[in-house]
């Protein structure tokens, strides 16, 4: 081999090694960091819960009277029919009891024997004044005109009696809502004349359990909802004695501007069935589930904490806190899938700094940036 080559092949080893050494000592790219996860937080909010409860209903007026005769009878005249207005007072039909004409007749021989005795008494008046007749004669034919006029006014009273038997009287104004009697009906002292509705508002009345009258109020709103329309009321009656038909509780609420409801109609309400007043609340979305077990995370200087937590009543916002958590603990209100016991996680803005205690006004999502604002208050507070 001659010098030439030697030499050549030197070189090229020479200028390998020089390519393979500087990359065999550069230093291996560091992997880089997973980004530590972002959420929301925020402190329980004292608030009321109110839950409502879909029930039926039937319309009614506020004042309603079922006339019923006080004799029976024969109807000869009907001066009304269904969906007249009367006023109170007003005719409504005429029985013929029978007993009418007899009491007529049994009030004018009355009024005739009175009419005779008290002629024969002023006749024996002046007699006795001339000394005519003795003292008894005078006593005999003064008793005997009291007594004419008593049975005369008991005649009278019999006759008025069997006229208001006879002539049936609306005892309110108001519209005729039923009204089925005919001429020459015979109707007896149970049968429904007439029922008549007042010109005030119209009611709603409906049946509860014992758990849900427990938590109404008189005064509670309601609403009412009639072929698409809604109605606003509020409950005036709740019944203390439950119902031996049904086993619930009767409960009577008004209606506002409700008169285009008819009376009898079935509507859709809404009611009262549960409330809390005060209650300390998350959002609803911040609790989770395990095996029908409630839990919170919490947020703790950039940690994440599983509490576990006694949920009390709900609506599709808030949920009512019982146990498990404080009023200055953050709960996280966001999801992530990496939320779990021991967990870092940072508030929005990436400040990690635990948040201080709010002053229990609106719940609001809690960010880096009032996150370091509240640990400085604490921190002067501290200094003071």
Request: hydrophobic residues 40%; negative net charge; contains cysteine.
């Amino acid at each position: 081999m001659n010098k030439g080559a030697i030499i050549a092949g030197v070189v090229v080893v020479a200028v390998g090694a020089a390519i393979i050494v500087p990359r065999a000592m550069k230093p291996k790219a560091v992997l880089e960091e997973a980004p530590v996860p972002v959420v929301e937080a925020e402190r329980p909010q004292p608030g009321d819960i109110v839950l409502y409860r879909n029930l039926v209903g039937t319309v009614e007026p506020s004042d309603v009277v079922y006339i019923y005769p006080k004799a029976a009878g024969e109807i000869t005249d009907v001066f009304v029919k269904a969906g007249d207005v009367v006023a109170e007072g007003q005719a409504i039909c005429k029985i013929d009891t029978k007993q009418v004409d007899a009491a007529r007749l049994s009030m004018e021989a009355a009024k005739t024997a009175k009419d005779n005795a008290e002629t024969n008494f002023r006749r024996q008046q002046a007699l006795f004044a001339a000394g005519d007749i003795a003292s008894a004669a005078y006593e005999q034919a003064e008793m005997q005109a009291k007594s004419a006029r008593i049975q005369y006014e008991q005649a009278k009273l019999n006759y008025d009696y069997q006229m208001e038997f006879s002539n049936i009287t609306a005892s309110i104004g108001g519209t005729v809502e039923q009204c089925d009697v005919e001429v020459h009906d015979n109707v007896a002292q149970q049968s429904l004349i007439c029922v008549i509705s007042g010109e005030g508002s119209k009611a709603i009345t409906f049946s509860v359990t014992e758990k849900v009258v427990s938590q109404m109020q008189v005064g509670d709103r309601v609403t009412i909802e009639k072929n698409g329309k809604e109605y606003q009321g509020s409950v005036t009656e709740i019944s203390s004695m439950i119902d031996a038909a049904t086993g619930l509780f009767k409960v009577k609420a008004s209606v506002e501007n409700g008169d285009a409801l008819p009376t009898g109609s079935a509507v859709s309400l809404f009611v009262v069935s549960d409330r809390v007043d005060q209650a300390m609340s998350i959002p609803v979305d911040a609790v989770y589930y395990t095996g029908g077990d409630a839990y919170v995370y919490t947020y703790d200087n950039g940690t994440v904490h599983y509490i576990p937590v006694e949920v009390g009543i709900y609506d599709s916002e808030r949920a009512e806190i019982l146990s498990g958590i404080q009023s200055d603990d953050l709960v996280i209100t966001t999801w992530s899938s990496e939320l779990a016991e021991g967990a870092k996680v940072q508030l929005p803005g990436g400040d990690q700094a635990e948040p201080a205690p709010g002053d229990g006004g609106q719940a609001e999502p809690v960010t880096a940036d009032n996150a370091q604002a509240g640990n400085m208050q604490t921190e002067s507070a501290q200094a003071e």
